[in-house]
């Protein structure tokens, strides 16, 4: 496919020429890209609903009757875990009136909706329904509500909103080998986050996909322990990009209380390494554990976030694990609180009627990538 002929309404074809450009001559997203509701709305149809999305981790429902909630794209969905141990995702709407049957978290063997009490069970199907007789041809037994394809990968529920979407894991094959030694499949949530945060998804996952920033933004957080100058950004060998980031000085043994995960490389002992697998799977990884940034867009200028703080199963065993899960979100919290103002002043500033385009760094080439990557997927009908 040729890059330079794409046509996306919204976007002259010099704009696109410019982010199609190999890295030393391109140019970031133009300002539409992230702002115009339309274009969003076709990004939802040619992007996210044809997209692997995480929308948990199997230790966040451990036991039969677990489920969390949440809303892809304006579908309500649940991951549950079912009573006869399958983990599933599926439309949390009711078969009969539309209303939600469950919101939140928690622990049920039975779904009732709020609205006139049809009852499902924890695998979708329908098992009471007050009040129904007389209606012709009506059968509890074929009602169930509907399923999302799903994948389990490395401790991760992914679903696809398209029954025709390629497999998840073989995309991936090469990242999951470049981050074996980390055991992230055998790695529990010890701690979450969540922030409502009134950007485009893009704004955050450029801003986590680069260490150009550390300079300003973390002088006095990231940047004394990982300077923005030995940053590198590899080729990758599939829809993902990953950041690297060396470390100044080698770690002690136990930085943050946490023993080291066996296995390791020296350097991945040390070093803090930002990825992204497109479009906004954001996961971070250093010697004793890994981050997991959930982005959830709801609108062209909205998105929920939650940050999940993942350690192996051993450290979260700990007799202190709660000190240290707590320390550990207090230190996420500021780091993303530094990003959050400069999200800010970067949305302020795509929203200026004088706003066009700009150069992007060489230090920016995680940005790129997934540049080249939206545009290939936005130019598919």
């Not at 677990?66 to 079912?82: K, S």
């Not at 400069?342 to 929203?351: F, H, K, P, S, T």
């Amino acid at each position: 496919m040729n890059r330079h002929s794409i046509t996306l309404p919204g976007l002259s074809s010099e704009e696109l020429a410019r982010v199609a450009g190999p890295l030393e001559q391109a140019w970031t997203l133009p300002p539409a890209a992230y702002t115009d509701p339309a274009l969003y709305a076709l990004e939802v149809e040619r992007i996210q609903r044809k997209s692997w999305m995480p929308v948990g981790r199997l230790d966040q429902v451990p036991n039969p009757g677990d489920y969390i909630c949440l809303i892809l794209f304006e579908q309500p969905v649940m991951l549950v875990h079912g009573t006869d141990g399958e983990i599933r995702v599926m439309s949390r709407v009711c078969l009969h009136r539309a209303a939600p049957i469950a919101e939140g978290t928690g622990n049920r063997k039975l779904f009732s909706c709020p609205y006139h009490a049809w009852s499902y069970a924890t695998d979708g199907q329908l098992i009471r329904a007050p009040m129904m007789e007389g209606a012709d041809g009506f059968d509890e037994k074929n009602c169930k509500l509907p399923e999302l394809r799903t994948e389990i990968w490395e401790g991760f529920v992914m679903v696809n909103l398209d029954n025709d979407a390629e497999p998840f894991a073989p995309q991936v094959a090469a990242y999951q080998s470049t981050f074996a030694n980390y055991k992230l499949g055998d790695m529990v949530t010890v701690k979450t986050l969540e922030f409502d945060s009134p950007w485009n998804w893009k704004v955050l996952v450029e801003n986590f996909m680069e260490a150009y920033h550390h300079i300003a933004v973390h002088k006095d957080t990231l940047e004394p322990a990982y300077p923005a100058q030995e940053a590198k950004i590899p080729d990758a060998d599939g829809p993902y990009s990953i950041l690297h980031m060396p470390a100044r000085d080698l770690h002690p043994e136990d930085p943050d209380g946490l023993p080291m995960i066996e296995g390791l490389e020296d350097w991945q002992k040390n070093d803090l390494i930002a990825t992204v697998l497109f479009p906004h799977f954001l996961l971070a990884f250093q010697g004793t554990s890994a981050t997991w940034y959930q982005v959830l867009p709801s609108a062209s200028d909205r998105l929920l976030l939650k940050i999940h703080f993942l350690v192996p199963k051993a450290s979260a065993n700990l007799p202190d694990i709660d000190e240290i899960a707590e320390g550990a979100g207090a230190l996420l919290s500021l780091i993303h609180r530094e990003d959050i103002e400069a999200n800010d002043m970067v949305w302020e500033g795509l929203n200026a009627p004088l706003t066009s385009q700009g150069r992007l760094s060489l230090f920016e080439r995680g940005i790129w990538q997934l540049n080249q990557w939206w545009l290939g997927e936005m130019a598919k009908s």
